[in-house]
T-cell receptor
Framework: KNQVEQSPQSLIILEGKNCTLQCNYTVSPFSNLRWYKQDTGRGPVSLTI?????NTKSNGRYTATLDADTKQSSLHITASQLSDSASYIC????????????FGTGTRLQVFP | GAVVSQHPSRVICKSGTSVKIECRSLDFQATTMFWYRQFPKKSLMLMATSNEGSKATYEQGVEKDKFLINHASLTLSTLTVTSAHPEDSSFYIC????????????FGPGTRLTVL
């Protein structure tokens, strides 16, 4: 069964600190992995996308890594800001040329001053 | 670029009424749009895939007669929740696929439906 699991479920950090969110997946065949940021009451916004051959991808203070062998990905947020408070969703695309997206349940991040 | 809008952003209706939600791709043509629903603290669940000019493909367990989807043009898809009930209250999100190297889906801002 295709699954995407994220940890932790929720995380509280202080402004300026770094944090890392984890994503484990069992999706076959694998096409690509995306990290999305979803603010409360809003639609998801893409942060990064990685294909099988990519190990790391950065977008400003966000850096995603992918280990296709262990089927793990992480999202590292550097120097967190209050606006980083949101849910971060790991999404794996199942199979090239298909529309099937497997969504993780997300990590709820709260950044406090 | 690749902006998707939804209207309305929030709607409250009485039980038994029908509600229409619009999804538009503002700066690109989308041959395929997707409709998701999301319950609080849960992940997005795909309801149906909408292709322009053809019938939508519904996921298992989604009633096609209750959730009517019309993809009339390359920039507009609508979802109509017919005879809404309180259990239909949810956050409905559409996405539109931009064809490219990764076939990325761009998500709309969502519509909060509350059925009284």
């Amino acid at each position: 069964k295709n699954q995407v699991e994220q940890s932790p479920q929720s995380l509280i950090i202080l402004e300026g600190k770094n944090c890392t969110l984890q994503c484990n997946y069992t999706v076959s065949p694998f096409s690509n992995l995306r990290w999305y940021k979803q603010d409360t009451g809003r639609g998801p916004v893409s942060l990064t996308i990685m294909t099988f051959s990519e190990n790391t991808k950065s977008n400003g203070r966000y850096t995603a890594t992918l280990d296709a062998d262990t089927k793990q990905s992480s999202l590292h947020i550097t120097a967190s800001q209050l606006s980083d408070s949101a849910s971060y969703i790991c999404v794996v695309s199942a199979g090239r040329g298909t529309d099937k997206l497997i969504f993780g349940t997300g990590t709820r991040l709260q950044v406090f001053p | 670029g690749a902006v998707v809008s939804q209207h309305p952003s929030r709607v409250i209706c009485k039980s038994g009424t029908s509600v229409k939600i619009e999804c538009r791709s503002l700066d690109f043509q989308a041959t395929t749009m997707f409709w998701y629903r999301q319950f609080p603290k849960k992940s997005l669940m795909l309801m149906a895939t909408s292709n322009e000019g053809s019938k939508a493909t519904y996921e298992q367990g989604v009633e096609k007669d209750k959730f009517l989807i019309n993809h009339a043009s390359l920039t507009l898809s609508t979802l109509t929740v017919t005879s809404a009930h309180p259990e239909d209250s949810s956050f409905y999100i559409c996405s539109a696929r931009l064809r490219g190297g990764a076939d990325t889906q761009y998500f709309g801002p969502g519509t909060r439906l509350t059925v009284l």
